[in-house]
């Protein structure tokens, strides 16, 4: 095999490895909090150098630990099981991108760099032996809940993030793990990974989630825009939306339903900065008139 070769197998490899889905929507959703709450483009783009830098560590920690028992599995969605890219080389990539996390997040300030750091402190908890307890579903509610912390306050300011988004991130964060380990639920059984999923049924897991989701609906809707007319509507379409993600993979089966939470996640995103938008220009009132003399040249203010 030549070198260009080898060096193609091993960036798939590495592509594959880090989980890049999760990756894409966590990285893409932090920097759309970043701007949702008021962060300029720059101040956004540094949220999401960070958080892509602590996801892509994560992911490859997670499979630099979990390669015997993917090839126990014959895994072959897995790049290390399946000869695609060296267990080492993973391990390197995972620490390598640690580095970089680091100085990443201390470019988002005090708060911001502490928040992300034990957001991604408690993901590699989880990868490390979490997995293995109740406390599993715990260390994704702290990751995710942390995460509109970070995007909040990477920007200079003196308030603190909204309890709602901080809120929302833990229940989709916990929905999350429910959804992502049905397909490997009954391997992972086998192998004495019982974390809260795999002691629950998939038939109760999926509806736990679903409550989980609903919860974070109402906390985005009525959290971000108040009670009124709108965020009823919003919460409808909202809760319509997460509906629609847990019907569709419970027909679809496999990691459909948590492919389809992944989505439901931008969508949520998009709700939050729609109905922030609207609050936005509610707030300021139309545009004040100047009154016109009777000449109808503009009068000037005494």
Not at 141 to 146: D, I, P
Not at 148 to 154: K, Q, R
Not at 206 to 219: D, E, R
Request: charged share 15%; proline share 5%; with cysteine.
């Amino acid at each position: 095999m030549s070198n260009a070769s080898r060096l193609g197998r091993t960036a798939l490899g590495l592509a594959k490895g880090c989980h890049p889905g999760p990756v894409a929507v966590v990285t893409t959703a932090s920097i759309g909090l970043a701007r949702v709450f008021g962060g300029q483009r720059r101040e956004a783009l540094r949220v999401g150098a960070a958080v892509l830098a602590g996801q892509l560590a994560i992911g490859w920690q997670n499979d630099w630990i979990d390669a015997e028992r993917d090839r126990l599995a014959a895994r072959s969605d897995k790049p290390i099981s399946s000869d695609l890219v060296g267990r080492g080389t993973v391990g390197t990539a995972a620490v390598l991108a640690a580095a970089v996390c680091v100085p990443a997040s201390a470019a988002l300030g005090r708060r911001g760099a502490l928040a992300h750091l034990v957001a991604v402190a408690s993901a590699v908890s989880y990868n490390a032996g979490l997995k293995r307890t109740v406390l599993s579903i715990l260390t994704y509610g702290v990751s995710f809940g942390l995460l509109p912390v970070v995007a909040h306050d990477a920007s200079p300011r003196e308030d603190t993030t909204p309890g709602w988004a901080i809120a929302a991130g833990a229940l989709l964060g916990m929905a999350a793990h429910l959804l992502n380990v049905l397909p490997d639920r009954d391997a992972d059984r086998d192998m004495g990974v019982l974390g809260v999923p795999q002691r629950l049924s998939p038939d109760v897991s999926l509806t736990l989630a679903t409550v989980l989701l609903l919860g974070a609906s109402g906390s985005i809707a009525f959290g971000a825009g108040g009670l009124s007319r709108r965020t009823v509507g919003t919460f409808g379409a909202s809760c319509a939306v997460s509906g629609a993600t847990l019907l569709a993979g419970r027909r679809a089966g496999g990691r459909m339903p948590f492919r389809l939470l992944l989505v439901n996640v931008l969508v949520q995103i998009a709700l939050v900065s729609r109905t922030r938008r609207s609050d936005a220009r509610s707030h300021s009132g139309p545009p004040a008139r100047r009154p016109i003399c009777a000449a109808g040249r503009n009068a000037t203010w005494s």
